[in-house]
């Protein structure tokens, strides 16, 4: 029948999954000819999904020819299967496709979108969130997805601020190795595993005015110390597969980049896995300027090392004759076709390649209620609270008439927000509505919608002013839309979207001295100058998953107490941006004895400052840091020094705290940030408990890549601060000694 089936039978001992994977992998390719490789570099999508634009593809066809070897958005046993059968049975070779999906936060019980996921600096959530996201999409026959992204963004106009980790590289390391982890567990070859991919690589975040798929222009240095730093953790912890952006990076389309893609991913982090583009992106190599024609294209896609084009038709239509006219290595082909079966054989493919297609497990694992538990305690863990003026929150259950008034109140559609991979909008998430109901009766609960998110119709104005008088405390539930986040949706108005901050303000007129507390749901920072001033409290919740109102309700009624803390920066309004905490200092800071002297660096109409800083989120209890101490002044580079400081439950709740360690490397032969985050732990105490935390510092932590992109420390003179936030003084420092 097929020629894999008849080399197993022949080559017995071969095959034994004891033997080492590469060469299984060489045997194999030794029957493959120039174009069967280049089929395995080949990715179509299928039905279930589109998450691009339109590209056909005769898919049974294509598999039939041995020209594809994995697809995306192919998922479902039934799917699955039919397609699979067709590879094994009726191809020369019998290689199983790879099915790829973007399971990006969550599969089926959708957790709160990444960034809000970050904001919930708890790296085992993020684990078991993955972990959960690959047990349901595997069971429904998906391999590999297309996350974690680790761009770090600065950039809250960018849509896709909402799939990352946020601003800071420090915590997006940790936070890529998680998912990675999460997703790939620890025995790839077990069915309920799937390959990682780290996207989009590279610098997509820095995308120029916010402006999805725009030009990034960056030095080397910001490269390597900011920008680059998440992918070498993701290969640290083993992650599988890479994608290649959309960007330019400094003239260079990042699907075309060999500099990042072999000098860099290859030769000098020697990662072993392949590299997918993203869709269609080596044939946009074509707009960018940077290839003549698609024949062009698939050059310099091949030849800079992308090893598999998603959706492009290029790899297939033009690599062979590419490679007999000598302008693509063939070598380049082995090598790409050899990774992509590597993955397969990790994944036990070649062992059974229907190992993901069980109907049992598709119909028994999605939505388990241990899931959804899960997905409540993480979505109110990465909620954060913003503000509580007056402890406003938490609201008593006793309170006789609570008005909740606004757009996504009862929504349950947009609460799951974007790439929502299989989550159904319909019917399974709770909405906020839902999650109060468990707490109050009937009759407390006034509800008017009041608006549309983006209509500009005040039609309902009137009764959401009227139920607001009728209450002892209002709960405002609004924000964006999911589709207003993610891929192709880039904002330049920070604000919250159409007349709803028309609405707040009504309201607050209406009701001088009421409480009133927002609730937000969206994809990124937004400027809420206005809103600071006109609501008492504000819970940022994100876009919490399926099981986000249950467990916003949990946090209005202080049945579990906020805990999460930014991990971008809000700021006061769009002109400020890029706004990060971790900037460099300029040669004219302003003067902290002299905060209005002329000619410095500033604004002349909002503070530098912003309205958020990066690390700050309020809890119902406080927190109180005394009795710093390092363990010496000085740091040799061998060694290591402690610094610890007290932290303690003051309040009237138990609760979490987030203890953030910052440096500041004073004088360098290139110009470090002003503060750095070196360091964070989680720790919970109970009320009127205290805990000394302790962090390790070792030279490794003060590393950074000089002018000559030398990755190094230079002995010198660094200030050190442990704090709840990124908002403080330091009045700390240590030396680094030779
Ligand atoms: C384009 C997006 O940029 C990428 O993140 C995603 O994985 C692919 N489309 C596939 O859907």
Redesign the pocket.
């Known amino acids: 029948r097929n020629l894999f089936f008849i080399i197993i039978i022949f080559c017995g001992g071969l095959f034994s999954f004891s033997q080492n994977y590469k060469a299984k992998v060489d045997s194999i390719m030794s029957l493959m000819t120039l174009q069967e490789k280049i089929g395995q570099t080949v990715m179509y999508?299928g039905s279930w999904?589109q998450?691009?634009p339109i590209v056909g593809a005769d898919n049974g066809k294509y598999i039939r020819e041995g020209n594809m070897g994995a697809m995306?958005?192919a998922m479902s046993v039934k799917g699955t299967l039919d397609l699979q059968k067709v590879a094994i049975e009726e191809t020369r070779l019998g290689i199983p496709l790879l099915f790829?999906?973007?399971v990006i936060h969550g599969h089926r019980t959708i957790f709160p979108i990444n960034l809000g996921l970050s904001a919930s600096w708890d790296l085992k959530m993020i684990e078991e969130s993955s972990r959960i996201a690959a047990e349901e999409a595997s069971a429904e026959g998906i391999h590999w997805t297309?996350?974690p992204?680790v761009d770090i963004s600065r950039e809250p106009r960018w849509g896709?601020i909402s799939?990352g980790a946020g601003e800071d590289v420090f915590l997006a390391n940790k936070i890529a190795k998680a998912y990675v982890k999460g997703f790939q567990g620890d025995d790839l070859s077990k069915p309920n595993t799937i390959l990682a991919?780290a996207?989009?690589y590279v610098a997509?975040g820095a995308a120029q005015a916010g402006r999805d798929y725009h030009t990034v222009n960056m030095g080397e240095g910001e490269l390597r110390n900011v920008y680059l730093p998440p992918f070498k953790a993701a290969v640290d912890a083993g992650v599988e597969t890479f994608?290649s952006?959309?960007n330019e990076l400094n003239g260079v389309p990042t699907s075309g980049n060999k500099f990042t893609l072999r000098d860099i991913l290859r030769d000098e982090w020697n990662f072993e896995g392949f590299v997918v583009s993203?869709?269609t992106?080596i044939n946009e190599l074509i707009p960018h300027g940077f290839a003549k024609d698609s024949i062009d294209a698939a050059r310099i896609g091949m030849n800079a090392g992308v090893d598999m084009d998603?959706m492009g038709h290029l790899y297939r239509k033009f690599l062979k004759n590419l490679v007999e006219e000598g302008k693509v290595s063939e070598a380049y082909i082995n090598d790409a076709c050899r990774r992509i079966l590597l993955a397969k054989y990790k994944l036990g493919l070649f062992d059974d390649p229907y190992r993901y297609i069980n109907e049992e497990r598709e119909n028994t694992t999605k939505y388990k209620p241990e899931f959804l538990a899960k997905a409540r305690e993480i979505a109110a863990a990465s909620s954060v609270l913003l503000q509580n003026n007056n402890e406003a929150l938490p609201l008593s259950t006793n309170t006789k008439k609570i008005a909740f008034i606004g757009p996504l109140v009862k929504d349950e559609y947009d609460i799951i927000g974007n790439?929502a991979a299989k989550g159904d909008r319909q019917g399974k998430a709770l909405s906020v509505f839902e999650g109060i109901s468990e707490y109050l009766n009937s009759d407390q609960i006034l509800y008017a919608k009041g608006c549309d998110i983006l209509k500009d119709d005040e039609s309902g104005f009137g009764e959401a002013i009227s139920i607001s008088k009728q209450a002892d405390a209002i709960v405002l539930v609004m924000g964006e839309g999911h589709h207003m986040s993610g891929?192709a949706a880039s904002r330049t108005n920070l604000k919250i979207p159409g007349i709803q901050p028309k609405l707040i303000k009504k309201i607050r007129e209406a009701n001088p001295n009421k409480k009133i507390i927002l609730v937000l749901m969206n994809g990124r920072p937004l400027n809420l100058s206005d809103e600071v001033n006109l609501v008492d409290a504000i819970l940022e919740i994100w876009f919490p998953g399926t099981m986000g109102g249950a467990a916003t309700a949990d946090l209005l009624f202080g049945e579990v107490n906020p805990s999460g803390k930014l991990t971008v920066t809000f700021p006061r309004n769009v002109g400020q941006v890029p706004i990060y905490y971790n900037m460099k200092n300029t040669g004219r800071p302003i003067p902290d004895n002299n905060p209005k002297e002329d000619y410095k660096s500033n604004y002349i109409d909002v503070p530098n400052s912003p309205l958020f800083v990066f690390g700050h989120g309020l809890s119902y209890t406080t927190f109180k840091y005394s009795d710093f101490k390092l363990s010496s002044q000085n740091l040799y580079t061998n060694g290591t020094i402690q610094a610890s400081v007290t932290v303690t439950n003051t309040g009237n709740y138990d609760g979490h705290e987030i203890v953030q360690l910052y440096i500041h490397d004073k004088v360098g032969s290139v110009t470090r940030p002003v503060k750095e985050l070196k360091g964070f732990e989680k720790i919970f105490l109970k009320q009127g408990e205290s805990k000394i935390v302790t962090f390790e510092i070792s030279v490794e932590d003060l590393k950074f890549y000089n002018s000559e992109m030398k990755f190094g420390v230079e002995p010198g003179e660094f200030e050190i601060a442990i704090a709840p936030s990124s908002d403080f003084r330091f009045k700390h420092s240590f030396n680094l000694l030779d």
Do not use: V
């Open positions: 999508g999904d998450t691009g995306l958005n790829g999906y973007d297309f996350a992204m896709r799939e991919c996207k989009h997509y994608m952006a959309f993203d869709y992106s998603m790439w891929e």
